[in-house]
């Protein structure tokens, strides 16, 4: 869920670390590594990070087509997460992401539940996500869930993360199909205790306290929902920042809150995918 200005197009809370061109070189020869926060800021860097995924296709029991992105990690077998775009689509930035995820030990599987090229406005956003069907957007969900259960180089554990839009996914995917850990970047947690009772992974949330639609409202509703269900292998973080947080291409980028998120977010994925 975004508003018509969420995801990061407004005022920054903090600017994005800058690359040098000597980092640009290095980076692009391969000769070094560079953080991601410094990565996902710099359009060239973000752009040559993300090419090194590879299309792969997934296909519902329906016959409904969906083409994700996947990368690789050096050491196999490995772990597996799934990353759902925000309102914006499977752009670079999302692929950038994954690549970290794969240098970090997993393998990552970027899906596109979009089909169509990302948006640049907000106007191109909201227009793509009103145009999903839940329905089939579940069944991609669920079939990423066995592809990546059943891929030949995973151990079997996957876990999924999503920003905004793909933030509400990560935990529809969640409720919907068997998973091992699920994390949400403020995302749309507007649930009953009936609609979360079929939640069985250990699920992270992450929040700003800023953020009009994903707000303390909702998501103090989730946790209710949450503990009527039964539910008590949650944890839910609140920051002094304002929706899209995380994301350093956007306005709205907090650079020590998105830091201390990522952490949380690989500490807690090592903990229930290793």
């Known amino acids: 869920m975004c508003t018509l200005d969420g995801c990061g197009v407004n005022d920054h809370l903090g600017p994005p670390p800058k690359a040098t061109d000597e980092d640009r070189r290095l980076f692009l020869k391969g000769a070094v590594a560079l953080p991601l926060a410094v990565i996902l800021a710099d359009p060239i860097l973000v752009h040559a990070a993300g090419s090194t995924l590879s299309p792969v296709t997934i296909t519902t029991p329906g016959g ?6 996947i990368a690789m990690p050096a050491t196999l077998p490995a772990p597996t997460v799934i990353l759902i775009h925000e309102w914006w689509g499977l752009n670079d930035q999302i692929r950038a992401v994954a690549a970290e995820y794969a240098k970090q030990g997993y393998i990552a599987l970027a899906v596109d539940l979009y089909g169509k090229p990302p948006a640049t406005t907000a106007d191109g956003a909201k227009a793509l996500m009103s145009a999903v069907n839940p329905a089939i957007a579940t069944e991609k969900l669920q079939e990423s869930v066995k592809f990546l259960k059943n891929h030949k180089d995973s151990t079997g554990k996957v876990g999924t993360v999503g920003w905004c839009f793909g933030g509400g996914w990560s935990l529809n995917t969640a409720l919907a199909a068997d998973v091992d850990a ?37 998501v103090n509703g989730f946790e209710e929902s949450l503990k009527e269900a039964g539910k008590t292998d949650y944890q839910i973080f609140w920051y002094e920042a304002d929706h899209a947080f995380a994301n350093p291409t956007g306005g709205r980028y907090d650079a020590e809150d998105a830091k201390l998120s990522w952490e949380r977010t690989m500490g807690f994925f090592d903990t229930h995918l290793s």
């Open 182 to 218: 699920v994390v949400v970047y403020y995302g749309n947690v507007k649930k009953t205790a009936e609609q979360v009772s079929t939640l069985n992974a250990p699920l992270m949330g992450h929040f700003g306290t800023l953020d009009k639609s994903i707000n303390k409202s909702m």
């Open 64 to 69: 409904e087509k969906m083409t994700a992105e």
